[in-house]
């Protein structure tokens, strides 16, 4: 029965080959500018004449390369050694783009690499169509797509393209058993880990494959073993440099002296590669894999200490499970193609038993499954070459039933058609905004006239990286620093009253200075508790509401920045800081319901989701429940751009407040907590203690005060 299963070999000229794969990028780029196409007529998405990015952690790589083309990198945390970032700035200093066009499209023309791989894959299951159709679905699947989308600034632009490049290698290698290709599969993986380190997983996976295939079917076959003694160099710690030039001096070895090399001094050489290997970084992986806790972990807790802070992760919608169903889409683009594409694969690693190797990008892509979306981008070149596996096979069965090539070369462009389809409508939908606007941005460019490079911006992690960039000053988590321990005093800041955000705003940020230094760590609560001679962390941060209370010296200024977005997100920042540190339990979540969508009758204002604002009583219906108003406020800028607020008092002793404003065209209805919350007082209603606080810039989108104390 399986005997009849097979694709026709079709291998084109190396000519013809060269036209598909340049056809393949240009139609990868073509899809890629719809978003381009449909953000331009938006004004606000432009700064310095360039649309802007919209990712957030890629404004750290952004950083990391201007102070590359800038010689200058004030802040410990720049990430001026990254590869992405050296990258970037050679790609801005020798052509004639700004580095803000580079970060722009480099995603986009970078990860339209994938179609290389893919093609030659196809190549090696001796069908160049084949190749040519995956790498058009692969190359603009909705996962892969989202990753490297122009403006997608972030190493996934290559994180996809090179273990694919490493993975043709081994098919290639292990298919052809020829000594010239050698180098290829050590090669790109050795690249793949200095691009990304996490990429040593895969590496490793691919590794324990090559074994598992090698031991099952070819383990007389010396030339597995020589494969397999050179793709371990890539895995190991060596720098980058020395490790390929070691890659490639034992490919040439093996090459040029494959009839001297006999049994013993394979074995030899064999057992000096596996002993580098577990010298440098094996056995720390093999230790790594096994404590591992990044997924399950909900609560951060050092070993070392008592406190428990809230961990990130449980924020993460990357971390979570998601359905099946956006599961099989972010894979293959549609339900029906995912499964006919598992049809495929099962059918591939029934012929080709050498494709085995491909597990580890599947497993990985599975797992996402119930580990989060963010894995599904690794099946994706694999179900590709899939889904067209099957195709073929099917086109070649026509073809030999009906003995003409209309029939199988028309099923192969309309599935083609029906694969592609549901991609670029999704292309086409995904209208993702840049991460800042342009007044955002102008905020943070007169910030940064008027902020030392060594002075701090308190904000939330999530505009960290974007702060940084524009303003050129530090701050105090990103998108790469945000463990529950530093987000704590974060939190802390934004949402609890003006004296102890005050207070706690200064420790944090003398006391992230003297951690670069520190040899107890960056659990800055823990450190401040050591030096106060506190125990107990409730007790410690009761102190904080005192305004006499002793403050480390003064070193530089702290601005605090509060933009109008994070309004959206109050209530998931005020998580990390609403908690007992000494048991990690939460304390009950403040209230704070939105709405823009409202209808004002005579006796109530109508928000929505079973709330009403009762005129005649003065208090909020939520469902069937009366809840008395403490007051209601109004809030509006007026002529002269200066915010005017009004407000009637009700009950002091009432449990929620509401607040219109009037200029955004929205509701608040908030509880005593969130309405003194330092970020509510200073943003919403603009009422600052002027001891502690001095308005730095009132812009409505984006508010900066400077901390006085």
């Known amino acids: 029965m399986f005997d009849k299963i097979k694709t026709a070999e079709i291998k084109v000229s190396l000519k013809i080959l060269l036209l598909l794969t340049v056809l393949a990028y240009i139609f990868s780029m073509a899809v890629r500018y719809i978003w381009v196409w449909s953000t331009k007529s938006s004004e606000f998405s432009y700064w310095n004449d360039q649309l802007m990015i919209n990712t957030n952690d890629g404004y750290a790589w952004a950083e990391g390369a201007r102070d590359i083309l800038r010689g200058v990198s004030h802040f410990q945390e720049s990430t001026v050694d990254t590869p992405i970032s050296k990258l970037t700035a050679l790609a801005a200093s020798i052509s004639s783009f700004s580095l803000e066009s580079v970060i722009l499209y480099l995603p986009a023309v970078l990860g339209s690499l994938l179609i290389v791989p893919i093609i030659l894959i196809g190549r090696v299951l001796k069908n160049d169509y084949l190749g040519f159709a995956a790498a058009l679905l692969g190359v603009i699947t909705v996962s892969y797509y989202n990753r490297t989308m122009v403006g997608y600034f972030d190493t996934d632009m290559l994180v996809i393209v090179l273990p694919t490049l490493s993975l043709w290698g081994i098919l290639l290698a292990l298919s052809s058993k020829n000594t010239k290709y050698l180098a290829i599969a050590p090669f790109f993986m050795a690249v793949s880990i200095y691009w990304h380190n996490s990429g040593v997983q895969l590496a490793n996976a691919f590794f324990i494959m090559m074994l598992i295939y090698t031991l099952l079917f070819e383990r007389r076959n010396p030339f597995n073993y020589k494969l397999i003694s050179i793709y371990v160099l890539a895995l190991t710690s060596i720098p980058i440099l020395p490790k390929l030039a070691l890659i490639v001096i034992l490919s040439l070895l093996y090459h040029f002296f494959k009839e001297k090399i006999n049994h013993n001094l394979l074995i030899v050489i064999v057992a000096f590669s596996a002993l580098v290997y577990l010298w440098f970084g094996g056995f720390e992986w093999i230790v790594g894999v096994l404590n591992n806790a990044y997924i399950t972990r909900l609560f951060a807790d050092d070993i070392n200490i008592s406190l428990k802070f809230f961990d990130v992760v449980q924020t993460v919608r990357e971390a979570g499970q998601i359905p099946f169903e956006v599961f099989a889409q972010r894979i293959s683009g549609s339900v029906a193609v995912f ?371």
Not at 353 to 381: C, K
Not at 407 to 420: D, H, Q, Y
Not at 655 to 683: C, G, H
């Open 339 to 709: 499964f006919l594409a598992c049809i495929g694969y099962i059918l591939l690693l029934t012929k080709e038993r050498v494709f085995i190797i491909t597990l580890p990008m599947v497993v990985l892509g599975f797992f996402a499954y119930a580990g989060g979306l963010r894995f599904t981008v690794f099946a994706v070149p694999v179900f590709a070459v899939s889904f067209f596996y099957l195709v073929f096979v099917i086109a070649n069965l026509i073809q030999e039933q009906l003995k003409n090539k209309i029939a199988p070369t028309a099923l192969v462009v309309i599935s083609a058609g029906l694969a592609l389809y549901p991609n670029i409508a999704h292309v086409k939908e995904y209208k993702v905004p840049t991460v800042f606007n342009k007044q955002e941005v102008a905020v943070l460019d007169i910030l940064k006239n008027i902020a030392s490079r060594e002075d701090y911006a308190l904000a939330w992690w999530d505009y960290g990286y974007p702060i940084r960039f524009y303003s050129d000053v530090k701050t105090l988590v990103d998108g790469g620093k945000h463990d529950g321990s530093v987000n704590f005093p974060v939190s802390y800041a934004l949402t609890y009253p003006q004296t102890e955000s005050a207070n706690m705003a200064r420790l944090a940020v003398e006391y992230t200075e003297r951690g670069y230094k520190d040899t107890r760590g960056i659990n800055y609560v823990k450190n401040m508790m050591e030096d106060y001679n506190y125990t107990n962390p409730n007790e410690f941060l009761m102190q904080l509401s005192k305004k006499e209370f002793a403050l480390p010296q003064k070193s530089r200024e702290v601005y605090f920045y509060l933009p109008y977005r994070m309004l959206d997100i109050y209530q998931t920042v005020r998580l990390f800081s609403s908690i007992d540190l000494r048991n990690g339990n939460q304390f009950a979540q403040p209230f704070l319901f939105q709405s823009n969508g409202f209808n004002d009758t005579k006796e109530k204002i109508i928000l929505g989701n079973g709330l009403e604002i009762d005129k005649r009583t003065n208090s909020v219906n939520i469902g069937n429940q009366k809840v008395p108003l403490s007051s209601l406020l109004v809030t509006a800028y007026d002529n002269t751009g200066k915010l005017r607020v009004q407000q009637q008092i009700f009950d002091v002793n009432a449990p929620l407040a509401v607040v219109y404003m009037k200029s955004y065209n929205r509701f608040l209805i908030v509880d005593q907590q969130t309405f003194n919350s330092t970020y509510f007082q200073l943003f919403v209603l603009e009422n600052y203690d002027t001891e502690l606080f001095e308005p730095i810039i009132m812009d409505p989108l984006v508010k900066v005060y400077k901390l006085k104390k």
